[in-house]
């Protein structure tokens, strides 16, 4: 009996002075953590999206009190989370506009020529193992296998008859579905001030253009000669619009003989 509680008493010892040196050593080798870290952490959104940069919002809150990104790095987040980083930080924010994706093709179905039927994966990034960059003719288009799609955490993109089309509303510019695209057709424009976009990311000249698609851009000059702001200008054969500059008027649209210019509307 005298061994069994000499036992436990040498066991009960041994287990308290254990815990006794953990918590010396925890103490004294304790990784200091900026309570900042944690606060900003707190006032991004928890998307964990990575449209930062960063690997999630722990990352981009470590790098934000660490000087090494701005304030205003989540995309998601936007203006309103900026401010309350930046009053974190003690920095001032001004108002940014906010941004939405835009897919610069206007090929539905309809419009576009086929070189055959594909039945086989369906992923936009597979393409670059079949023939010709895909079944469509048109080899700057979109492929239409929702590799965007399959990328967006807010479900803000789909595609519609053969085009992946952005629902602006629900968009938070994370850039997600611009990074997995292959055919770099996705680009962040203003969500607000610029109603008018070109459709159309096709550089060859005319003829080869309507070959492929009825609504490609032909570089024909028309939207930039009756442009009275003076915001569009054609550049490698397709018209780009300088959003600053743009009035809204809708001149280029009516202008347009293909249609590749439209007004977004959800």
């Known amino acids: ?22 918590g010396i050593a925890g103490k004294k080798f304790e990784v200091k953590t900026d309570e900042r870290i944690t606060a900003v952490r707190e006032a991004l959104p928890g998307n964990n999206c990575g449209g930062c940069g960063y690997p999630g919002c722990d990352g981009v809150a470590e790098a934000i009190v660490n000087g090494q990104a701005p304030v205003t790095a989540c995309p998601v987040g936007g203006a309103e989370v900026a401010k309350k980083i930046g009053k974190i930080m003690g920095e001032e924010v001004a108002d940014a506009a906010r941004m939405t994706a835009f897919v610069k093709c206007g090929g539905s179905c309809d419009k576009t020529r086929r070189d055959y039927e594909y039945t086989g994966v369906e992923d936009c990034t597979m393409m670059a193992f079949v023939p010709n960059g895909g079944p469509k003719h048109c080899n700057y288009g979109c492929l239409g296998y929702g590799s965007c799609v399959k990328a967006c955490q807010f479900d803000a993109i789909h595609i519609v008859d053969g085009v992946a089309v952005v629902d602006k509303e ?34 060859d000249r005319g003829k080869a253009v ?57």
Request: include cysteine.
């Open 210 to 266: 309507m070959e492929g698609c009825d609504a490609g851009c032909i570089s024909c000059r028309k939207c930039e000669k009756n442009c009275p702001a003076g915001a569009i200008k054609v550049v490698d054969n397709i018209a780009h619009i300088d959003y600053e500059l743009c009035v809204n008027c809708g001149k280029c649209m009516e202008e347009c003989p293909k249609g590749c210019i439209a007004e977004w509307e959800n």
């Open 170 to 203: 629900l968009c938070k510019a994370c850039g997600a579905c611009a990074k997995v695209c292959p055919n770099n057709l996705i680009e962040l424009v203003p969500y607000e001030g610029s109603d008018y976009h070109v459709r159309c990311a096709n550089r």
């Open 1 to 22: 009996m005298n061994s069994i509680v000499l036992s436990v008493l040498v066991v009960g010892g041994a287990g308290l002075l254990i815990g006794l040196l953990l």
